[in-house]
Structures are given as structure tokens and as C-alpha cells.
């Protein structure tokens, strides 16, 4: 920092102020953790400096062999970590791993075929009308996933984003009586849309996926199944989820970010099955700018640690420990989505503390607890300010928290919800962002936390 600090002293003290605030709050962001000091460390090198598109050993750039080791090695460990037949360890985020399975999608059902029908080796030697053709079909497929209210991501048909723009979308829900995912909905769904890809995975669904039964609804329609499993990848490595719930058996394509609770830097990964891996490996510079090889490094690292036994009883404790976090929630009488989880993340549905999202997520950081405010299913106060407010367990268990914290932890939650008033806007009417916290609590919860 010192170093830092001699050329532009403010982000040195910004830096230093972010590490004080992680320290003194409890973080709860169901994406955020912490990432070891050789994950960390192995960022900040040298590697920054260097340009590599392409692939490992057919690069558009001189001397990248050192590049290509470190690829090559978080590649490889991402095979053996997740059992898959191909990694590509080069997406610089999370959305960034779904638009190059998007495109490998689209490059092995619509360009190769339209290419073999024409006769063609690429798209440089196509026609201009053929060329318009194949540009048309690009544009003409079409996607199912899951909806926003109900935990999917923005990446996954949600209009505003550009997988709702480029694809024709269709999204489907949970039940609105139980909150849970209903394979014959999506089933039905599927067989009248027909979609190209079936997206599963979730940022805010509170339960398991049965991967085995989506791969078969994919299969009726000859859909390819596209998981996203950015928030669970953790759970995945650590063999929590295994069978039916592991995805990378039966889908086709695996997308993930490394930075949630599989605790490494922050970047994507795309794992697939063979005959997708030529169509992945075009992700840069298709859609990808050149490789951050600091941060490939840093995921090899990262899947190095993902690849001990501890890790195993690491994502065992984040899975308890929600479990410990939604009992001590139900015990104080608050209402959970789904009533309860059987992942990393909790869904506090706070209209029963007369709060919108916004009030509940302002007044807890009031207070030293991070979370973020997040849609419930069928949520009448919208993507902003929100009915629910979403909990993870990766950070804290990373800092060692068990069953005890996570109770003292729902304890201190409810004492702030249970003290906050919904407030008024200058006129005098009822305001969905103000909010009062009655005096003391705050520095109460605060205290608390601090002893943890
Ligand atoms: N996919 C899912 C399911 C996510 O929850 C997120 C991020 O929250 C992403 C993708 C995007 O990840 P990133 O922010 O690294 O692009």
C-alpha cells in the first residue's frame, strides 16, 4: 500500500478503508466471499502486462508460454476438480462465461450445419445472401430460462439484457403456492416453445435443481442444456451436490463464475462436453477481449485449493450453515421463500416486517450486515425496491462461523427488522426507500457483531 500510496494516495486509503469495512461488518452478500492471500496475491503480478488471444499454444501474440502454463493449469484443474471433458478458464466474469456458450451454442447447432449445407469452410466464403440468411437464422433462435422474481439471472431471457435481445425468450417460474421449481411447467413450457437452449441455474433460488430431469426435458426437444452455476459452483466442487444435482454430467455446457463460493478471483469458467469444446475455445476474441492471465493464474490457484480435502468440509459447513440461518429465522417467526433452503442462500421475504427490500437492506447496513436486497417471486414492489432480502453463507464460512454465529447471526437480523419503521417521503406519503431504526439498535447489533 505504501507503494501505492506514493503515486495516488487516495485509492491507497480507499483500499485501506475497504479492508477495515470488510473486517468490522458481517458480510452476507450471497456472491461475495473471501479469497485466500494466494489467490489474491497471484492477481497482482506481472501477468497483467501481458497480451494473449487465442487458445493455449495458437495465440495471435509472441511469447506467451508462460501465459499458457497458467492457463493450461487452471484448465486442468477445472477438469479434474468438476469431472468435465473440457474447461476454458478465459471468461473475465460471470456474464461473460454465458455469451461465449451462447455463441458456442449458436456456432455448433446454426453456423456449422448452414456451413456444411452450403458447402462452406467459414463464413468468409459464404455469399451475401447466404451470409443474410445465416445472419437471420443467428437471430431467429430461441431461449428458455428461468425468470428474475423467481432467483434466475438477467443472463438467463430476462428482456432488458441482451440474452432476452438476441434470443426470442421465453422464462418460466416457480409455483406461486410453494415458491419451488415444477419440472411439468417447465416441461410443458419447453415442448410448446422449442427453444434452442434451456438455461438452468440460479442467483436467488434457495433449493437444489435436479439436473437429470432438465437434461431429459431438454432432450424432448432438442434443446442443448445450459447450466449457469456461478452461485452454487462451490457446493458442485465440494461435492455437496452430486448425482442428479451435479449438472456437469448432464449438461451440455457449464458456465460459472470462480469468485462466489468457489472462493477464487473473480472471473468465469466454462465447462462442456466434447463436442462443444472447438465452439467454446472461439471465445476470444469472438466475444471475449485478451485473456487477464493474472487472473487465469489466480484461478489456477484457486481450483488448486477447490482441489484439497478441506474444501470438501468447507462447502459442507456453507450448506449447513444456511440451514442453521433459515431455522433461526422460522424460529423468530420471519417468513423464508421456499420456506426454508437446501443451498448457500436464504430468501427473507420482509413484507412481514411492514419493509420493503430497499428499507430492510439500508437498515441492516446500518448496522454491519451486508446483504442485498433481492425480488420474491411475484414481487409487487419490483426489481428495485424489492419484497426480499437474500442472505448467502460462503463469506462467513470462510471466516470460520458455524451453527452458533449463523443463530446469533438471524438473532441480530430480526432484532433490526423488528425496529424499523417504514418511513415517509418529504410530502408526507408513505416512501418505499426511507425508513426509521429505532435508537441504539444499530450500535446494539453492531456490538454484537464485533464479538463474533
Ligand atoms: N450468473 C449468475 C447465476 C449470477 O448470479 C451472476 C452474478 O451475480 C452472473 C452470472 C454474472 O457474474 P459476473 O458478475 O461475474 O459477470
Redesign the pocket.
Known amino acids: 500500500l505504501e507503494v501505492i500510496a506514493s503515486v495516488e494516495p487516495r485509492v491507497a486509503q480507499a483500499t485501506r478503508q475497504e479492508l477495515a469495512d470488510q473486517r468490522s461488518s458481517l458480510k452476507l452478500i450471497a456472491?461475495e466471499n473471501y479469497a485466500s492471500p494466494a489467490t489474491l496475491l497471484t492477481m497482482g503480478t506481472w501477468f497483467s502486462d501481458k497480451y494473449a488471444e487465442g487458445t493455449v499454444g495458437h495465440r495471435f501474440y509472441a511469447a506467451c508460454q508462460n501465459v499458457d502454463t497458467v492457463e493450461a493449469l487452471a484448465a486442468e484443474h477445472a477438469r479434474e476438480l468438476f469431472g468435465a471433458p473440457y474447461a476454458y478458464a478465459q471468461p473475465h466474469?460471470?456474464?461473460?462465461a454465458?455469451l461465449v456458450a451462447f455463441w458456442s451454442i449458436l456456432a455448433n447447432r446454426v453456423e456449422t450445419p448452414a456451413l456444411a449445407r452450403l458447402g462452406a469452410k467459414n463464413v468468409n466464403e459464404l455469399s451475401e445472401a447466404d451470409w443474410e440468411q445465416l445472419r437471420h437464422e443467428f437471430g431467429n433462435q430461441r431461449l428458455l430460462g428461468m425468470s428474475l422474481d423467481a432467483g434466475g439471472?438477467l443472463?438467463h431471457g430476462f428482456r432488458p439484457n441482451i440474452s432476452g435481445k438476441m434470443f426470442h425468450q421465453q422464462q418460466y417460474g416457480t409455483d406461486p403456492e410453494t415458491g419451488l421449481l415444477d419440472y411439468d411447467v417447465v416441461r410443458a413450457k419447453a415442448q410448446e416453445f422449442k427453444p434452442l437452449v434451456l438455461v438452468a441455474?440460479?442467483?436467488a433460488y434457495p433449493r437444489r435443481v435436479n439436473f437429470a430431469k432438465m437434461r431429459e426435458i431438454a432432450d424432448e426437444v432438442g434443446a442443448v442444456l445450459m447450466v449457469?452455476m456461478?452461485?452454487f459452483a462451490g457446493l458442485v466442487a465440494g461435492k455437496v451436490f452430486t448425482g442428479d444435482e451435479d449438472p456437469v454430467p448432464h449438461a451440455q455446457i457449464v458456465t460459472t463464475?470462480t469468485?462466489k463460493s468457489l472462493r477464487g478471483p473473480?472471473g468465469?469458467l466454462v465447462l462442456a462436453q466434447e463436442e462443444f469444446a472447438a465452439d467454446v475455445d472461439r471465445g476470444c476474441p469472438m466475444v471475449l477481449g485478451g485473456p487477464l492471465s493474472h487472473v487465469m493464474a489466480a484461478k489456477a490457484v484457486a481450483l488448486a485449493e477447490a482441489r484439497q480435502p478441506e474444501f470438501r468440509t468447507y462447502a459442507q459447513q456453507i450448506a449447513d450453515n444456511a440451514k442453521s440461518l433459515a431455522e433461526g429465522f422460522l424460529t423468530r417467526g420471519a417468513t423464508l421463500v421456499t420456506g426454508g433452503t437446501d443451498n448457500h442462500l436464504v430468501l427473507l421475504d420482509v413484507s412481514g416486517f411492514g419493509l420493503t427490500g430497499r428499507q430492510a437492506e439500508s437498515a441492516l447496513l446500518d448496522a454491519g450486515v451486508v446483504t442485498n436486497r433481492n425480488s420474491v417471486p411475484g414481487d409487487p414492489n419490483g426489481a428495485w425496491y424489492t419484497s426480499g432480502i437474500r442472505f448467502g453463507t460462503p463469506a462467513l464460512t470462510t471466516r470460520g462461523f458455524g451453527h452458533d454465529e449463523f443463530d446469533t447471526v438471524a438473532d441480530l437480523v430480526v432484532d433490526v427488522l423488528s425496529n424499523t419503521q417504514a418511513g415517509t417521503n418529504k410530502a408526507g406519503a408513505p416512501s418505499k426507500a426511507t425508513y426509521a431504526t429505532s435508537d441504539g439498535v444499530a450500535d446494539r447489533v453492531r456490538a454484537r457483531s464485533a464479538e463474533m
Request: aromatic content about 6%; cysteine-free; overall charge negative.
Open positions: 456472491s466474469s460471470g456474464i461473460d454465458n439471472h443472463t441455474g440460479y442467483s449457469d456461478a452461485h463464475t469468485h473473480r468465469g
